[in-house]
């Protein structure tokens, strides 16, 4: 007792009222929870399959999920979607492919709580994984005594059917690949509803791809204004490269025709983005000739 009143004194100790909570840290960010939710996915990019943009030719309607987010002006849902499809990371399973949180979690992770009582972001956090669920993309239940809302994975063509992973072991499906710098740098906050579009169908296209906008409805399933202020947004934060050439056109009244090829560039340069997998994860070695040599992971 004695040196307890002398720490005290000499304030080596310091002591709280009693029922009085002593904060050594400020509560979390939306942004540290993204990160922490991003990190515990073990990956740096997350592939999605090409279906969720366009689906594969001979399709009678070409159009993927992407155009009903288009169509609605729902960048929000399209943003939680592609959040929880970065996230997941549990594998085939008793919880499948599927985050559990509560609803203040949810809102944190999901950007809703900025300018919102806790009231309205919950509201928030239940209308958008509402509509993601009417389109067949998740499904969701409520999870032990605190109620905690499950998202669970559907596959990323709205058929309703089970989630697999793009990219694992025999999985051919073809998939585009996500970097989680999308998240990371703000890019989800300082691109809208057109250019997010425009940066996932340049990631499905390939490395160096010509696409005219006046086909973007009866590929994509949106207008061709929509594209080209996309494209716009794109180029003005050094997102895409625009190169224009002139093709032998024997129709055309001066036999050429202008094309505008385009290239990502900056962070989701399509050279930069590997094949996903864990941060961690370490050269395997295979003995060749008696030796040990490493093999790809």
Do not use: C
């Amino acid at each position: 007792m004695r040196i307890l009143k002398a720490a005290k004194a000499f304030g080596i100790l310091h002591t709280a009222p009693m029922n009085e909570p002593i904060h050594d840290d400020s509560p979390a960010t939306e942004a540290e929870t993204r990160a922490f939710l991003l990190a515990r996915s073990k990956r740096t990019i997350t592939p999605i399959l090409k279906d969720f943009v366009q689906k594969p030719r001979g399709s009678t309607d070409r159009s993927g999920p992407l155009s009903t987010f288009v169509r609605n002006r729902d960048l929000r849902g399209l943003q939680a979607f592609l959040f929880l499809l970065s996230i997941n990371s549990n594998g085939p399973g008793p919880d499948g492919w599927s985050t559990t949180l509560s609803i203040p979690v949810w809102a944190r992770a999901l950007d809703l709580t900025r300018d919102a009582s806790e009231a309205s972001a919950a509201t928030a956090v239940s209308k958008v994984l509402t509509r993601l669920e009417q389109r067949k993309l998740i499904e969701r239940d409520r999870r032990g005594r605190e109620r905690k809302i499950r998202a669970t994975l559907l596959r990323e063509d709205g058929s309703g059917q089970p989630y697999t992973r793009p990219g694992s072991a025999g999985n051919s499906d073809r998939y585009l690949q996500l970097p989680h710098t999308y998240w990371l740098d703000d890019w989800f906050q300082k691109l809208d509803l057109p250019s997010t579009a425009m940066l996932l169908v340049a990631l499905h296209e390939k490395p160096i791809f010509h696409l005219p906008t006046e086909n973007m409805p009866n590929w994509y399933g949106w207008s061709a204004a929509t594209a080209e202020r996309g494209f716009t947004i794109l180029e003005r934060h050094g997102l895409i490269s625009k190169a224009t050439r002139f093709k032998k056109a024997p129709l055309s009244p001066s036999g050429l025709a202008k094309i505008n090829e385009y290239t990502l560039t900056g962070p989701f340069n399509r050279s930069l983005l590997a094949v996903p997998k864990s941060p961690s994860a370490r050269p395997r070695l295979r003995r060749i000739d008696g030796k040990h040599t490493k093999a790809s992971v």
